[in-house]
Nanobody
């Protein structure tokens, strides 16, 4: 079992930045690929970014590529999502997820564990 807790969400103006953290406890965090997803009201959950357990490879959705950066520190059992140049359309609840594999996925149903989510609101 892995428990995930997100933090770092909040209200920010368009063009601003936030860094989300995903703290893990339980089984060895370094054995899991990590993904970030988001869900806006009335919309489907969508893939944002993912990283392999080694941290050597990452993937991003087209909507955030070049603005968001995913990273992880396995020594601290924590993954991060640095979000820059935020836009109102980035407003959503952001979730981190862990997958017991070195291979990441952009499909939310392929993840085994989820955090409770953290709200990000970007004002125009």
């Amino acid at each position: 079992q892995v428990q995930l807790v997100e933090s770092g969400g909040g209200l920010v103006q368009a063009g601003g930045s936030l860094r989300l953290s995903c703290a893990a406890s339980g089984r060895t965090f370094s054995s899991y690929a990590v993904g970030w997803f988001r869900q806006a009201p009335g919309k489907e959950r969508e893939f944002v970014a993912a990283i392999r357990w080694s941290g050597g490879s990452t993937a991003y959705s087209d909507s955030v590529k070049g603005r968001f950066t995913i990273s992880r520190d396995n020594a601290k059992n924590t993954a991060y999502l640095q979000m820059n140049s935020l836009k109102p359309e980035d407003t959503a609840v952001y979730y981190c997820a862990a997958r017991f594999s070195n291979r990441y996925s952009s499909i939310w149903s392929e993840y085994d564990y989820w955090g409770q989510g953290t709200q990000v609101t970007v004002s125009s």
